[in-house]
């Protein structure tokens, strides 16, 4: 399923095996946002390159190879190489993104893009209408739910197997012009013509805020965007003036980074005091940069958790470290990332852009959580590795890299070096890495969207409320016969014996939740899904036991 948004290379293949271990076993992350999960933390502004530096030796090199060569050369490809495998001795996230990605790279940072604000999905080389954004363009054109779009800009893209990738540079274009849409309404065979008239999208990077119980508030944040600040004071101000939470779990699951500053000024606020130390930043060529709170809370959070995974880096870290290292709050999941560098991007002439690393940003104990790139073959299969050494399903296999001692506030011994090591420890769910959920897992989304287009009515189901929905609606036995078939008739192999009930179950609460995003979005889907979230489960236990760390705030 997709957005009329762009996805963004992704650099090297560090992120792949997190995406396995974590996207794929998890099920957290819905599939709807065409994203870079590559950990970053980068400066807010541009910045201009140092004064004085020209065309040196490598450029040099480069013309006489052109111009003398025995054989014909492509200039551009050799230039790639030479600054890939520049970058490659560097370390891991020094890059560069050349003028075509850059635009794609910054959208993800700046919060918003320009498109038709269409959520779809590729059904049988159909591309499907999954829900038009609300007073976006689309809506505003009369696009529907369930729509199948046929036509863009004259060009037929039904049944022809085209790439997503393909659809959304078609999709998208320039706030304010037009873009001619040809659409198939449920039976009908007469098409329908829409002219859209492109806007500015937005890329939320909090996915949902809602309260677990009557003091508790749940806010998941994917990403540290230019927009993440105010879209956390938002959920923030709607949780304790309209919902009375004072509790809060904060999940960063997944959350691959962004912006420092976004993160120090989320974290400000949940600090009382004024110029706590929440984070610090210094390299050879960079000075000490020290951030601390401004004491000027706008909200009262009393007991905080913050929940963390392998998919957590960056600034998700920093913020993740402050909790910790100030006693502010519990720290549950599982090791982080492990990414305490900073990036500072460089415009070049030709419009593409470096993106280098300036610093090393350390915690307030002083502890630098970026885990070792020397080998860059281990830092590739260092994810993997903890899958492989059994880390992600017992505490006691989790590796300190870095044995130096640091402290909290209370005085705690915490560690460096290989991420944020969490204060409760929870497992993966070792079932969702079961062959046969797997297998079933890819063909929900699908399945799901047919299951509500054609077998049964949405609208009565969403009128009784997603409340109502979660307390009655029960996935029958041939809802789940139905996948079984739906993934067989695509080549999934599943056992003569059946699933086993494990399973089934898993499976079943997959396609309750999937139903649930289909009626009532993304609040229907975490909430159904954080009903068997194990995270989610522990952290509420906590704060009922009242164990966060909050004695320096008290």
Known sequence: MYQDQPSAPNKLSIWLPLLFAVVLVTGMLLGMRMQSNMPRLVVEQETPGPEGIGQGQIE?????????????????????????????RLDPHSNYISAEALQEVNEQLKGNFDGIGVEFMVLEDTIVVVTPLAGGPSETAGILAGDRIVEIADSII?????????????????????????????????????????????????????????????????????????EFMKALEDLVEKQGMKDLILDLRH?????????????????????????????DAVSRSEYTSTGRNFFDVEDIVVLIDEGSASASEIVAGAIQDHDRGVIIGRRSFGKGLVQEQYKLRDGAAL????????????????????????????????????????????????????????????????GIMPDIFVPIDTLALHDDYLALRQYVPQYIFRYLAEGTDPAALSEQGLDQFIADFEIKDSLLDGLMAYAQERGVTLPDEGLSEPVKN??????????????????GYYKVWNMQDDMVKEAVKAIARSTSLTASQQ
């Open 60 to 88: 040099e090199i480069l013309r006489y190879i052109e111009a003398k060569y025995v054989d014909e050369v492509d200039k551009a490809a050799l230039t790639q190489e030479v600054i890939d495998d520049l970058l490659s």
């Open 158 to 230: 039904a049944g022809v197997n085209m790439d997503s990738g393909d659809i959304i540079k078609m999709l998208r274009g320039e706030k304010g012009t037009d873009v001619e849409i040809g659409i198939l309404r449920g039976k009908e065979t007469t098409l329908r013509n829409f002219t859209v008239t492109r806007d500015e999208i937005p890329m939320n990077s909090v996915d949902i805020s809602y309260m677990l119980d009557n003091t508790t508030g749940y806010i998941k944040v994917n990403r540290f965007s230019a927009t993440t600040y105010e």
């Open 255 to 283: 959350n691959p980074g962004g912006y420092l500053q976004q993160a120090t000024n989320m974290l400000s606020q949940l600090f009382k005091e004024k110029d706590q130390l929440l984070v610090y930043t210094e390299g």
């Open 355 to 418: 993106r280098l690393t300036v610093a090393r940003y350390y915690t307030p104990s002083g502890r630098s959580i970026q885990k070792p790139y020397d080998d860059p073959e281990a830092y590739e299969h260092e994810m993997y590795d903890r899958y492989e050494t059994g880390e992600l399903e017992t505490a006691k296999n989790m590796l300190i890299q870095d044995s130096t001692a640091y402290y909290t506030d209370n005085g705690r011994v915490v560690y460096g070096g290989g």
């Open 506 to 523: 898993a499976v079943r609460h997959m396609l309750k939740a999937r139903i649930a995003k289909q009626l009532f979005e993304d609040e």
